[in-house]
């Protein structure tokens, strides 16, 4: 459950900024099937992961966290 929040967040911001899941986990290094997974809550995302989403994104690690988990 706490997987899916995480990824449902990057998701958001993803698509708010504008990229596609291929160009954004081209930009991040990672492959399409990994964030596919992150976004869809099967695998939680690293911390490094989190800070590279974070930089793409132009937003803070702390912008992702979800917000029952922010408190």
């Given at each position: 459950?706490e997987a899916?929040?995480?990824?449902?967040?990057?998701?958001a911001?993803?698509?708010?900024?504008g990229?596609t899941?291929?160009?954004?986990?081209?930009?991040?290094g990672v492959s399409v099937?990994?964030?596919?997974?992150?976004e869809?809550?099967n695998?939680?995302?690293a911390?490094?992961?989190l800070?590279?989403a974070?930089?793409?994104l132009?937003?803070?690690?702390?912008?992702?966290?979800?917000?029952?988990?922010n408190?």
């Amino acid at each position: 459950m706490e997987a899916e929040k995480w990824g449902r967040r990057i998701r958001a911001f993803r698509k708010l900024k504008g990229y596609t899941q291929e160009s954004f986990a081209k930009e991040l290094g990672v492959s399409v099937s990994i964030l596919g997974e992150i976004e869809r809550g099967n695998r939680m995302p690293a911390v490094d992961f989190l800070e590279r989403a974070a930089y793409m994104l132009k937003i803070t690690v702390e912008d992702l966290i979800p917000p029952e988990e922010n408190r």
